[in-house]
């Protein structure tokens, strides 16, 4: 309420709209008149009302009540930002809420992120209040003639952060002075310095490492590995960040992280919500947990066929040989004898038992044993096209050929195939 008071006052001299989100939960049986009381001082005020009703998730994965509250509130005030154009989301948090969060998080055993308690602003969100204290808060809505309404679960001691609010903070401030409260916010500040120059560096990390696709934000295991443990760390939650996941992390999370770039055995993943971060030989990714896969196509000769779940396309030509012509050295374009091959191939992803003769080579090995080879990291080599016929895999597409129909000194029309990006 004092948030809304004061923005609303705030307008014509910084020059902003203003637009009133609430939330409701579904939790609580007086929340219906919450959300009305709010209306009414929206309409008061002359301000736009948007009631976002969210369901809280009760099933696996699940966080606790707070967290998954949190993340359906924050979720929808994100929709909302996005369908009126808000560039800023403002929320209320206060000094108190700021000492209980951090004394909250030094009892769970938090590292630094943790101790750093809130953010004053992070992406679209900012805390304008965030060095007031609850009391200068009552007494400005108490000045303005203002009503407020206390939600009732705020003094429901099963809770941990009420149990501070309401009885360790208290006890604090008679047993160590009033000026607890202020005393725990400066070290939040002063620790958010550290995260914020930590953040500085891993951006500056991850730019100059980081390749990004489909699959995410792929990352070489050795440049991580050369980093302090916590810039590692750093980079990768930053990565998670640019791919929409910004969501504060568990030390049960953090600590899987810091074992990531270490682990050489491949395939086991940490689950970062709808992310994971996974390692495959000299690759890491942080990426979506499920990626697209590769549906089977014809090809005709000539023609081309998109592949949009991996946003590549195939094209091909027919061409007759000339003296001068040069076979192709680029893997992205192979060639063939053009009188030897179909007018019709197909395309599809690996099976299991996949064999492949590559040009050049002895004869036939294991797919899979070539992909891996190749450097191909293991959550890409369900998604790379191979071009056959018959079931014979001619064309590992964009790596190499196999040694069927070759270009040679007989060889009078010639077919080219080529990969290209959509």
């Known amino acids: 309420m004092a948030l809304l008071d004061v923005l609303r ?8 709209t ?17 959300a009305q009381f709010v209306r009414r001082l929206c309409e008061r005020f002359e301000l736009p009302f948007h009631l976002e009703r969210v369901t809280v998730r009760r099933q696996p994965p699940w966080e606790g009540l707070e967290a998954e509250a949190r993340r359906a509130r924050y979720s929808a005030l994100e929709a909302r930002a996005l369908a009126v154009g808000a560039h800023r989301i403002a929320t209320g948090h206060n000094a108190d809420d700021q000492a209980e969060t951090v004394l909250m998080r030094l009892v769970q055993g938090a590292g630094p992120r943790g101790l750093a308690g809130i953010a004053a602003a992070r992406g679209a969100f900012i805390r304008p209040l965030l060095d007031v204290r609850r009391e200068d808060i009552v007494a400005h809505l108490l000045s303005r ?18 149990r501070i609010r309401h009885d360790v903070l208290p006890f604090l401030a008679r047993a160590l002075g009033p000026g607890v409260v202020e005393s725990l916010c400066r070290s939040a500040a002063l620790t958010r ?13 991850l730019e100059g490492a980081a ?9 070489p295991v050795a440049t991580l590995q050369r980093l302090p443990e916590e810039l590692a760390v750093q980079v990768l939650l930053l990565a998670a960040t640019d791919l929409g996941d910004a969501r504060p992390r568990r030390g049960a ?3 899987a992280l810091r074992a990531v770039p270490l682990n050489h055995v491949n395939g086991r993943r940490v689950a970062l919500g709808r992310l994971c971060v996974e390692r495959s030989g000299p ?5 979506p947990k499920t990626l697209p896969s590769l549906e089977a196509r014809r090809l005709a000769v000539p023609g081309s066929v998109a592949l949009t779940e991996i946003g590549m396309r195939i094209d091909t030509r027919v061409l007759d040989r000339t003296p001068d012509y040069v076979v192709p050295r680029d893997a992205r374009r192979v060639a063939f004898d053009a009188d030897y091959v179909p007018l019709t191939f197909g395309v599809r992803a690996r099976r299991p038992g996949d064999r492949f003769a590559p040009f050049g080579g002895p004869g036939e090995r294991r797919l899979k044993s070539f992909l891996i080879d190749a450097g191909i990291p293991r959550w890409e080599r369900s998604s790379t096209p191979l071009l056959h016929v018959d079931g014979e ?7 190499r050929r196999g040694q069927r129909a070759p270009v040679g000194p007989r060889t009078n029309r010639i077919l080219e195939v080529t990969l290209t990006s959509l």
């Open 9 to 16: 006052e705030l307008r014509p001299t910084l020059g902003f």
């Open 193 to 205: 310095r550290v995260i914020t120059d930590l953040e500085r560096q891993a951006r500056s990390e």
């Open 283 to 287: 690759w890491l990714r942080v990426g």
């Open 145 to 162: 003639k203002l009503d407020w309404v206390e939600d009732a679960t705020n003094r429901d001691l099963r809770f941990l952060r009420n």
């Open 18 to 34: 203003l637009a009133c989100v609430h939330v409701h939960h579904g939790l609580r049986a007086e929340a219906e008149d919450d």
């Open 211 to 219: 390749a990004r696709g489909m699959s995410g934000v792929v990352l």
């Open 393 to 399: 895999i001619v064309w590992v597409v964009g790596l």
């Open 253 to 255: 999370v953090l600590r």
